[in-house]
C-alpha cells in the first residue's frame, strides 16, 4: 500500500466521528443508509472486504470501491450479486463465509436500500464498528459513598453497614459469629497461608481481652508470613514463572528478585501507587534504587519465544510475530492486572463490548515498544558505575583514534582500495556458500596476534605423502565469512615418528593472503609421513581477538586416496564447541563450499590485490599505532569486563547481552504499526502511543516526540491517578475476593461489559475511596476486611437464605473454601515438623534437572522429596511454566501461562490420589509420625496432638477411638497418612 | 442460573454425577460434562490423537509429488519470495522413498508407511493444512490446542470438558507421551489451562516403574490392609464432617473421589498390562521382540516397538472407556535426532520413524476396526507443518508451514478420499484462498461427537473462549 493511501485511512479515522456530525441532518434515504444498512455492512462484511484485504476483489469500505466492483445494480436488488451471495437457501448462503447468514430483516433493509437507489454519500467511508459507549459502572468516577445508617448490634465496621443493607434489602439474614477455633483457623490461614500453632490457638482460645481478635490479626499482619501469602495471589495474576516457556522452555535462573520484591512489598506494606509505578517505569520514575528495577520484573514476568526471538531474527515474519505477541503480553499484562480490562480483545478488531479501539491498543504496544525481557543488574554500586562510565569514554576515544587512522591508511591506498573493498563486499554475499553444521577446528581465543597455535593430524601408521589440502572455514561472526581464521603466516611440517619435523610449506616470513574458500595446495610432497601438523605463526583477526581456524587437512597418498580422513586430531588447543567446533572436525569429509567457483577465485584475486596495496601504505609506524590503540581497546575491555556486575534480576531491559538474534535496543522504539486482523504482514499506519481512552472526549494519545522511557513513565503516571476510575476499585476488589472467594465484581480481570457488575457497587467505591485516599495500604485494608461482623460470620448453611441466594453473593454467611495447593503443601511440612522457613533467594527444584545446554528436561518422577532444600514454603519453589509440578497443578495451582486472578476449586479422584499416595505425602506421614513419637510414647497423646495440629482441635471420643485403633494395627505413619487426607484439614470453615 | 454462576460453582457441579454415579451400581460409570445434552446426534464418543512432533513430512508419506521426481535436482523455483525458517531452498528434492498405490482407491503412500496401505479406503487425507508459523513452539500449539501461544486447553482437555468420562474409574483424557521426553512445549500441550483440573491430560509412561504417578503407595509402611483400613476410616471421619456440614456437596463428592480413586488403582493397572495379549495381536503392533536391545542409532525396530506398545495401550485404554488418548512421536529438538525435525538428513530419521509409527499406527486402525470401536472412534494422525519439496544441505528439508497433511479415520470420517490438494510441488494448497486450518480439523471433530464448536465455550477473562477461536467451519466433504 501506497504511503498517500495510508495517510489517507488514517485521516479518516480520525475524523470519522466528525463526518458523522457533519453529516447528521441529511435526508431520510441518507439516515436509513446510516442507520439500517452500515451497522449491517460493517458488523458482517467489512472484516474482509476492505480496502486493505479486499477479499474476492471486492472492498465494502467506500461508495467507488462498492460500485465499482459491479456487485450493486443501484435501484434493483435483485439483479446485484451482492443480493445474490448474502440471500440463504436452505438456510446457508454463500456469503458471510463459514458463518450463519445475516438475518431476513438485515437482508430486506439492504436489498431496500439497493432498491432505492444505493445512496452511498461519496464521503461517507465505513470502518470497523467502534464502541464509544462509556456508559459503563466501571468508567463513572468513583463516588465517595455515605455510610448507611444501620442500627445494628452485628455492625462492626462501615463494611457491615453496606452488607447488611443489601442482605436486608434482599430479604436474607446474617450469620452467627464463628467460634474462635474456626476464626484463628481461618484468619490464619488467610493472611498467612499457613495453619495457627497449637500455642496460638491455646493462647487465642483463652484471651478474655475484648480486642482478643484485633490483637490477633495485627499479629498475622505484621508476621513475614503475611507476604508469602500475598505476593501468591500477586503472581498469579502475573504470570509468574522461573522459565520461559514454549520451545525449549529456557531457565530464567534470575527471575527470583521480583519474586522477592512482590514479598518484600506486601510485608513492608508499600504504597499502592509506589508499587505500580515501581512495576511500570520504576527505573525511570525512581532512579538509582533498586526497587525500582526490581519491580520492572513485572514486564517480563510472562512467557518468551527463545526461538522466536534468538535464533529468528525480527525481519522475518516469524520474528515480527514473536515480537508481536511478545509486547501483546506486556500490553494485556498491564492492563488485565491494574485496569481490569480485556484491553487484548483489541489486537485483530475494535474490541466488540467495550470502549477500546485497535488504535488504543497498538498505542499501549507502542508504549513497550523498545523494552525486551532480559538480565540486567539491579544493585550496582555508584562508584562502580561511574568507572563503567569512563572506561566507555576512554572506549569510545580509542575506537575514534582507530577509525581516523584506518581512514588515513584507506586514503593512502586512493580510490583503487576503495574499489577494491566494494568488490569484496559484492562479490562475497554472491557467493553463495554451501556449509555443513560441522565448521571445522577452533583454537582457543587470544588477545595477541602472535601467539603460536598447531593442530596435528596422526595418520595411525606411516604413508606416502603425495599432497596436503588445507581448507579454510566459513562462519558469518563479525562479518568474516570466508576464510575465518585462516592464518596470515604459519607452516606445514611432517614426521614420521612425531619427534623429527620436516617442513614441507614455509609461510612465517611474509603474509598470506586469505584463500577464502579456495584449497590450499601443497603439491609434490612424495615423502613418508605418519603426522602431518599445521603451525600459525600470526593469527588472524575475529573480533579485537585472535584466533586459528580450519575447516579441514587432507592428505592425499600415491593413489590419490585421503588418508587423512578420520584421523586423530590433537591441537594445542581448542574451544570444543559442537557441533560447529570440534577438534575432529579438521578430518570429518565436511568443509564450506563456495557455490560458484569462478566467483571464489575472483574474490580471492582481489583480496590478494587489497593485500598488496596494504602491505605497501601500512608503514611501520601506523602499524606500531594501530598495535598501540588496539592493545589500549583490549584493556580498557578487559577493565571493563572485570568490573563487578551487580546482581541480576530478569525484567524489562532495552540494554542486555546480545543473544544471537536477540539484541538490544538501546532504547530506540521499534516502529509500531496498527495491524490489520493483528497480521504483522498487513501493517496498517503507525501507532500514536497512548493510553486507554476513559471517556469519550478524554484524551488518549501521548503528545510530541517521547522517548521510552517517557512513555513508560507516562503510563505509570496515568494507572495511579488519583482520578483513575478504574485503577483503584480493581486493587480492593482483588484483595476483597482474596478474603471472600469472591470479589464484589465476579470477574476481578474484567470490568467491561461481558464481566460481572458489582454486587455491591457502593461498597466498592468507598473501599475504593478508603484505600486511594489513606496511604494506599493494603495492610490497613486487610484489616478493615477481617475485623468486620461480615468476616468474621459462620460458614453453616442456612436454608432460607441459601433459597434466595444459593451461590451468597451477598454474604450472609461465610464461604467455606478449600486450601489452595500451597497452602496445602505447606501445612503438611509444617505439622510434620520438617518446614524451614528461611526466605528469599533462587527457587529450589522439586524435579532433576537433565540436559540444561539445550531443552532442559524437567524430570519430576525422579526427585526425591527428602531433599532438604525443598522443605520450604512453596512459594519459593522454582516455577516450569512447561511443565509445571504435577502435584500442584492437580490441586488447581494457577498456570503460569496466563493471568490467574482467581483459582479454579475442583474435585478430583487425581487429588485423591496426589494426596494418598505421592512420595512427598507418604514421606511427609513419616516425618509427622516421627515428631509425634519424639514428643510422647503414648498413643493417646500422639493421637490427640496430630488432630490438634492438622485441625487445631482436639479429636472427638468417637474419633480418638478410631484414630487410636488404626494407629495401633497399622503405626502411627499410616494414621498421619490418614490425617493429611482428612477433609477437615484442606478445608477452611 | 446464570451461566457465569454455572460455571464459577463447576467444583460443586461434581456432585451431581457422584451422585448419579453411585446410583448406578454397575462397574464402571459416566460422568456427564458441560455439554448436558449433545447439539446433534454423535457419530463417534472417543478420540485418538497421534502427534508427530518435530513435523513429518508429507511430501515423504502421504502426499506423493511426481514433478519432484521429474524435477530432482534442478533449481528450484517457488514462483515468489519465500522465507524459510533457516535455509532450506536448495534444489527440488524427490522423496528418497518410493510411492506405490494401495486399497480400492489406489492411493499412493510411501514404502515407509506401507502398513497403512491395507487401511487406506477407511482414510480422509487432507493435503491443504496450512499452518500460521514455522517455529515449532507456537506451531505444535496451534495444533495441539487452537491457539499459537501457551495458556489454553488441549483439544483432549475440550473434549473430556464437553462430553464427561465414559469410565470413571479410569482418567477421561490419557496422554503418552514419546518414551524418550516430551516434545516441543511438554505437558502444555495437554493442560487443562483454564477449564477445570478434571479435563487435563494424565500423561501415561508404559515403559516407567511407577507408568502413572501416584496410583499406588511406594512406601515400606503401607500395606494393603493399612490402605483399605485407611480409606474406611477417612470414609467415615470424612463422612461426620460432611454430615455437620450441611448443604455442601463438595464435601460429599470428596469422598466419592477417594472411591473412584480406589477403583482405578485398579482398572488402570489392568488397562496397562498387555501380557495377556495373543502372540499374533503382539506380533501385529511390532512387539514380537520384547527385550531385543537395540543399536545406538535410529533404527525401525525399536520405533516400532515403542511406538506399537503405546498404541495397544491406547486400544485397551479406548476398550475400557477412556474418552480421549493422545500419542506423541519424537521428543524435543536436541541431537542426535529423535524427532521428524529433519532439517539434515530425512532419509535417516523419517525412515525409521515413518516405519515405526506406521506399524503401530496400523495394527491400531485395524484392531479397532476388527473390534467395532472404529466406528465410533475419530483417529486424527498430525503434526505441527510439513516440509519443503527443496533441500536444505543435501539430504534435509526446512520447515513447511504453508501446507502439510493430517488425515482422519474412523467415527463418521468418509474414507478413501484426499480432500483439499496441495500444489504439484507440495509448497502451498494447490487453491491458496481456500486451505484447510486446524481450526477446520477441530470443528469437523467436534461435529462428529455431536458438538457445535460455536456452542462450546468458556468463559475466561472476559472472553467466551473456544477450541475453534473465532473460526471454524465443518468439512462436509470428508463426513460420512
Redesign the interface.
Same mark, same amino acid.
Given at each position: 500500500m501506497n504511503n498517500m493511501h495510508q495517510s489517507a485511512i488514517h485521516c479518516v479515522l480520525l475524523f470519522s466521528g466528525f463526518v458523522l456530525l457533519a453529516h447528521a441532518d441529511v435526508c431520510c434515504a441518507d439516515d436509513f443508509f446510516r442507520e439500517r444498512v452500515v451497522p449491517v455492512l460493517q458488523r458482517r462484511c467489512l472484516s474482509c472486504h476492505n480496502d486493505v484485504q479486499r477479499k474476492g476483489e471486492f472492498s465494502l469500505q467506500s461508495a467507488e470501491s462498492a460500485f465499482d466492483d459491479g456487485y450493486l445494480e443501484p435501484g434493483d436488488a435483485a439483479a446485484s450479486h451482492l443480493v445474490d451471495v448474502i440471500t440463504p437457501t436452505n438456510g446457508k448462503a454463500e456469503m458471510p463465509k463459514n458463518s450463519d447468514p445475516l438475518k431476513t430483516e438485515e437482508i430486506s433493509a439492504i436489498r431496500k436500500w439497493i432498491d432505492s437507489g444505493a445512496k452511498w454519500p461519496s464521503d461517507f467511508k465505513l470502518q470497523e464498528p467502534v464502541i464509544a459507549d462509556f456508559d459503563w459502572w466501571s468508567y463513572q468516577p468513583i463516588k465517595s459513598p455515605s455510610v448507611p445508617k444501620i442500627n445494628d448490634p452485628w455492625v462492626r465496621t462501615p463494611i457491615d453497614s453496606f452488607v447488611l443493607k443489601t442482605l436486608n434489602q434482599k430479604g436474607l439474614s446474617h450469620a452467627a459469629e464463628a467460634d474462635r477455633r474456626t476464626l484463628i483457623r481461618r484468619v490464619t490461614f488467610d493472611l498467612t497461608g499457613l495453619p495457627p500453632t497449637i500455642e496460638e490457638v491455646d493462647a487465642f482460645q483463652n484471651d478474655s481481652d475484648p480486642h482478643a481478635y484485633e490483637k490477633l490479626v495485627d499479629r498475622l499482619l505484621e508476621s513475614k508470613h503475611y507476604g508469602e501469602r500475598w505476593a501468591r495471589h500477586w503472581l498469579d495474576i502475573v504470570k509468574y514463572a522461573d522459565t520461559c516457556g514454549y520451545d525449549k522452555d529456557k531457565l530464567r535462573p534470575n527471575a527470583w528478585p521480583y519474586r522477592d520484591y512482590v514479598i518484600r512489598s506486601f510485608n513492608e506494606d508499600k504504597p499502592y501507587a509506589r508499587f505500580v509505578q515501581e512495576q511500570i517505569a520504576g527505573d525511570v520514575l525512581f532512579p538509582g534504587e533498586p526497587d525500582g528495577i526490581l519491580g520492572l520484573g513485572f514486564i517480563a514476568a510472562g512467557p518468551w519465544d527463545f526461538i522466536g526471538h534468538v535464533e529468528v531474527p525480527e525481519s522475518k515474519i516469524d520474528g515480527k510475530v514473536a515480537r508481536n505477541l511478545d509486547r501483546d503480553d506486556m500490553v494485556s499484562n498491564t492492563i488485565n492486572t491494574f485496569c481490569s480490562m480485556t484491553i487484548q480483545c483489541a489486537r485483530c478488531h475494535n474490541h466488540k463490548f467495550d470502549p477500546l479501539t485497535q488504535e488504543n491498543y497498538y498505542g499501549l504496544q507502542a508504549i513497550f515498544a523498545a523494552v525486551d525481557r532480559a538480565e540486567r543488574p539491579y544493585d550496582l554500586d555508584p562508584k562502580v558505575e561511574k568507572r563503567r562510565r569512563e572506561l566507555d569514554s576512554q572506549l569510545k576515544q580509542f575506537n575514534a583514534k582507530l577509525s581516523t587512522l584506518e581512514k588515513t591508511i584507506a586514503d593512502a591506498g586512493g580510490p583503487r582500495l576503495l574499489e577494491l573493498n566494494q568488490q569484496i563486499k559484492e562479490l562475497k554475499p554472491r557467493l553463495k556458500t554451501e556449509k555443513e553444521p560441522q565448521f571445522g577446528y577452533h583454537s582457543a581465543i587470544t588477545s595477541g596476534s602472535t601467539t603460536e597455535k598447531w593442530v596435528v593430524v596422526d595418520l595411525g601408521r606411516i604413508v606416502g605423502v603425495s599432497s596436503i589440502v588445507l581448507r579454510a572455514c566459513h562462519d558469518d561472526y563479525a562479518g568474516i565469512g570466508s576464510g575465518f581464521g585462516f592464518p596470515i603466516r604459519f607452516k606445514v611440517e611432517i614426521s614420521t615418528d612425531g619427534q623429527d619435523w620436516k617442513i614441507v610449506r614455509d609461510q612465517t616470513m611474509e603474509d598470506v593472503p586469505n584463500p577464502g574458500l579456495t584449497a590450499v595446495e601443497l603439491d609434490n610432497i612424495n615423502l613418508n609421513a605418519r603426522h602431518v601438523r599445521v603451525t600459525a605463526t600470526k593469527l588472524s583477526e575475529r573480533s579485537s581477538d585472535y584466533i586459528f581456524a580450519l575447516a579441514e587437512l587432507q592428505v592425499f597418498d600415491t593413489n590419490r586416496d585421503n588418508v587423512a580422513h578420520g584421523a586423530k586430531v590433537a591441537a594445542l588447543d581448542s574451544i570444543e564447541a559442537p557441533v560447529r567446533w570440534t577438534k575432529k572436525n579438521l578430518t570429518d569429509g565436511l568443509w564450506a563450499k563456495a557455490g560458484d567457483p569462478t566467483l571464489a577465485q575472483q574474490l580471492v584475486q582481489v583480496v590478494k590485490e587489497r593485500a598488496e596495496i596494504l602491505a605497501k601504505i601500512e608503514t611501520p609506524e601506523r602499524l606500531k599505532e594501530k598495535d598501540s590503540i588496539q592493545k589500549s581497546i583490549t584493556k580498557a575491555q578487559g577493565d571493563l569486563k572485570s568490573l563487578p556486575q551487580g546482581r541480576m534480576v530478569y525484567a524489562a531491559a532495552t540494554q542486555f547481552k546480545t543473544q544471537g538474534n536477540f539484541k538490544p535496543t538501546q532504547g530506540t522504539l521499534r516502529p509500531i504499526q496498527v495491524l490489520h486482523r493483528g497480521n504483522v504482514q498487513q501493517p496498517d499506519h503507525p501507532a500514536t502511543a497512548g493510553m486507554l481512552p476513559l471517556s469519550r472526549s478524554g484524551d488518549w494519545r501521548i503528545e510530541g516526540e517521547t522517548t521510552e522511557s517517557q512513555r513508560r513513565a507516562e503510563l505509570a503516571t496515568w494507572l495511579t491517578d488519583r482520578d483513575h476510575p478504574l485503577v483503584w476499585r480493581s486493587i480492593v476488589n482483588r484483595i476483597w475476593q482474596y478474603h471472600f472467594g469472591q470479589g464484589i465484581v465476579a470477574t476481578p480481570n474484567d470490568f467491561g461489559r461481558m464481566g460481572a457488575k458489582p454486587t455491591h457497587p457502593e461498597l466498592l467505591d468507598w473501599l475504593a475511596v478508603q484505600f486511594r485516599d489513606g496511604d494506599q495500604s493494603m495492610k490497613q485494608l486487610h484489616r478493615l476486611i477481617v475485623t468486620s461482623g461480615v468476616y468474621r460470620q459462620s460458614s453453616q448453611d442456612n436454608e432460607a437464605n441459601s433459597g434466595i441466594d444459593g451461590s451468597n453473593q451477598y454474604l450472609w454467611r461465610m464461604k467455606r473454601r478449600r486450601l489452595e495447593a500451597e497452602e496445602i503443601r505447606d501445612s503438611i511440612l509444617t505439622v510434620s515438623g520438617a518446614m524451614n522457613y528461611q526466605m528469599g533467594g533462587p527457587g529450589y527444584y522439586l524435579f532433576e534437572l537433565e540436559r540444561v545446554e539445550h531443552s532442559p528436561h524437567y524430570e519430576y518422577h525422579k526427585f526425591d522429596p527428602s531433599d532438604e532444600a525443598s522443605h520450604r514454603r512453596s512459594i519459593y519453589r522454582f516455577i516450569v511454566r512447561s511443565q509445571p509440578d504435577p502435584w500442584m497443578t492437580t490441586l488447581d495451582c494457577a498456570d503460569s501461562s496466563q493471568s490467574t486472578p482467581k483459582r479454579n476449586e475442583t474435585l478430583t479422584s487425581l487429588q485423591a490420589l496426589s494426596m494418598l499416595n505421592s512420595k512427598f505425602n507418604l514421606l511427609m506421614a513419616e516425618r509427622f509420625a516421627t515428631q509425634l513419637e519424639l514428643e510422647s510414647d503414648n498413643l493417646e497423646a500422639q493421637v490427640e496432638k496430630a488432630m490438634l495440629l492438622t485441625t487445631q482441635r482436639k479429636p472427638t471420643e468417637l474419633e480418638r477411638k478410631q484414630f487410636v485403633a488404626y494407629a495401633q494395627k497399622h503405626g502411627l505413619p499410616n494414621l498421619c497418612r490418614v490425617m493429611f487426607n482428612l477433609s477437615e484439614f484442606v478445608y477452611l470453615d | 442460573m446464570h451461566r457465569?454462576?454455572f460455571l464459577?460453582?463447576?467444583?460443586t457441579n461434581?456432585s451431581a454425577f457422584a451422585l448419579a454415579a453411585m446410583l448406578h451400581d454397575e462397574s464402571f460409570a459416566e460422568s456427564t460434562g458441560a455439554v448436558q445434552v449433545l447439539h446433534h446426534p454423535p457419530k463417534a464418543k472417543r478420540v485418538v490423537q497421534l502427534f508427530m512432533g518435530g513435523a513429518a513430512s508429507h511430501i515423504d508419506l502421504w502426499d506423493h509429488k511426481p514433478m519432484l521426481e521429474k524435477h530432482h535436482g534442478a533449481k528450484s523455483d517457488f514462483g515468489e519470495q519465500v522465507?524459510t525458517?533457516q535455509n532450506g531452498l536448495g534444489p527440488w528434492m524427490k522423496s528418497p522413498f518410493k510411492f506405490s498405490p494401495h486399497g480400492q482407491s489406489g492411493k499412493m503412500i510411501s514404502e515407509v508407511v506401507e502398513p497403512l496401505g491395507e487401511c487406506v479406503d477407511d482414510i480422509a487425507f487432507i493435503h491443504n493444512m496450512k499452518g500460521?508459523?514455522?517455529?515449532?513452539? !507456537?506451531a505444535?500449539y496451534l495444533q495441539a490446542t487452537g491457539f499459537?501461544?501457551?495458556?489454553f486447553p488441549g483439544m483432549g482437555s475440550w473434549v473430556s470438558y464437553a462430553l464427561g468420562s465414559i469410565n470413571?474409574n479410569l482418567?477421561t483424557f490419557v496422554v503418552l507421551p514419546d518414551h524418550r521426553?516430551?516434545a516441543?512445549?511438554?505437558?502444555?500441550n495437554w493442560?487443562s489451562?483454564?477449564l477445570?483440573?478434571?479435563s487435563?491430560g494424565?500423561a501415561i509412561?508404559p515403559q #516407567?516403574e511407577?507408568p502413572i504417578?501416584?496410583?499406588?503407595?511406594?512406601?515400606k509402611?503401607?500395606?494393603k490392609?493399612?490402605d483399605r483400613?485407611?480409606l474406611e /476410616? /477417612?470414609n !467415615?471421619?470424612?463422612g461426620?464432617?460432611?454430615n455437620q #456440614?450441611?448443604?455442601?456437596s #463438595?464435601?460429599e463428592? #470428596?469422598?466419592r473421589?477417594?472411591e /473412584?480413586?480406589a477403583r482405578?488403582?485398579l482398572s488402570a493397572p489392568e488397562a496397562l498390562d498387555i501380557s495377556g495379549e495373543p502372540k499374533h495381536i503382539m506380533k501385529m503392533y511390532g512387539l514380537d521382540r520384547i527385550g531385543a536391545t537395540y543399536p545406538d542409532t535410529i533404527n525401525a525396530s525399536e520405533e516400532a516397538e515403542y511406538f506399537g506398545r503405546k498404541c495397544l495401550i491406547a486400544r485397551r485404554l479406548l476398550e475400557r472407556g477412556v474418552r480421549f488418548v493422545q500419542i506423541w512421536s519424537g521428543n524435543?529438538?536436541?541431537?542426535p535426532r529423535r524427532n521428524w525435525d529433519s532439517h539434515?538428513d530425512l532419509e535417516r530419521d523419517h525412515g525409521p520413524l515413518a516405519r515405526g509409527m506406521a506399524v503401530g499406527t496400523a495394527a491400531l486402525l485395524k484392531d479397532l476396526k476388527q473390534s467395532g470401536l472404529l466406528e465410533d472412534t475419530i483417529v486424527l494422525w498430525t503434526t505441527e507443518f510439513g516440509r519443503m519439496p527443496s533441500t536444505q544441505?543435501s539430504k534435509g528439508r526446512d520447515h513447511n508451514p504453508y501446507v502439510f497433511t493430517n488425515w482422519l479415520c474412523g467415527g463418521g470420517i468418509k474414507g478413501g478420499i484426499s480432500h483439499g490438494p496441495s500444489d504439484e510441488w507440495g509448497y502451498k494448497p494447490l487453491h491458496r484462498?481456500n486451505p484447510t486450518e486446524v481450526y477446520d480439523v477441530h470443528a469437523t471433530m467436534l461435529h462428529l461427537l455431536g458438538i457445535d464448536h460455536k456452542r462450546l465455550t468458556y468463559?475466561?477473562?472476559?472472553?467466551?473462549r473456544r477450541l475453534t477461536d473465532v473460526h471454524?467451519?465443518v468439512i462436509q466433504e470428508i463426513v460420512a
Open positions: - | 457465569r454462576e464459577s460453582q463447576a467444583g461434581f522465507e525458517f500460521k508459523t514455522g517455529v515449532h513452539s !507456537q505444535t499459537q501461544r501457551p495458556g470413571e482418567p521426553g516430551f516441543s512445549n511438554g505437558p502444555k493442560g489451562a483454564f477445570p483440573a478434571s487435563q494424565t509412561f #516407567r511407577n504417578d501416584d496410583l499406588l503407595p511406594h512406601a509402611y503401607v500395606t490392609a493399612s483400613d485407611g /476410616l /477417612l !467415615q471421619i470424612n461426620q464432617y460432611q #456440614r450441611v448443604g455442601d #463438595r464435601l463428592a #470428596r469422598i473421589s477417594y /473412584l480413586a482405578m488403582q524435543d529438538n536436541s541431537h539434515e544441505g484462498s468463559l475466561n477473562d472476559g472472553i467466551d471454524g467451519h
